[in-house]
């Protein structure tokens, strides 16, 4: 399982979002990859680009590359389920 979270630096919703991620799968799940695409960077924007990203923060979970779940704008309150499903 892959989490790919795609904000900005001076995004403060996109910094809580990446604390509570983190935070997670420390405790949920430490195998989980977990990836920040900053758009404000040349990769950042490849990469959300690719995924049709529009708002920040976008949190996208993924296996095996096919995205399971997409949440555009903020981290659901429920997060954590989401980390447990295999």
Not at 12 to 17: F, L, M, Q, R, T
Request: aromatic share 12%; proline share 3%.
């Amino acid at each position: 399982m892959e989490i790919k979270l795609f904000g900005k630096e001076m995004c403060h919703g996109c910094k809580v979002a990446k604390e509570r991620i983190l935070s997670l799968i420390e405790h949920v799940d430490p195998k989980v990859k977990f990836n920040y695409y900053d758009l404000d960077t040349v990769d950042g924007l490849a990469e959300g680009s690719f995924y049709e990203v529009q708002h920040v923060p976008t949190i996208l979970i993924l296996n095996n590359d096919k995205v399971l779940w997409r949440f555009d704008g903020e981290l659901p309150s429920d997060f954590e389920k989401y980390l447990k499903w295999k």
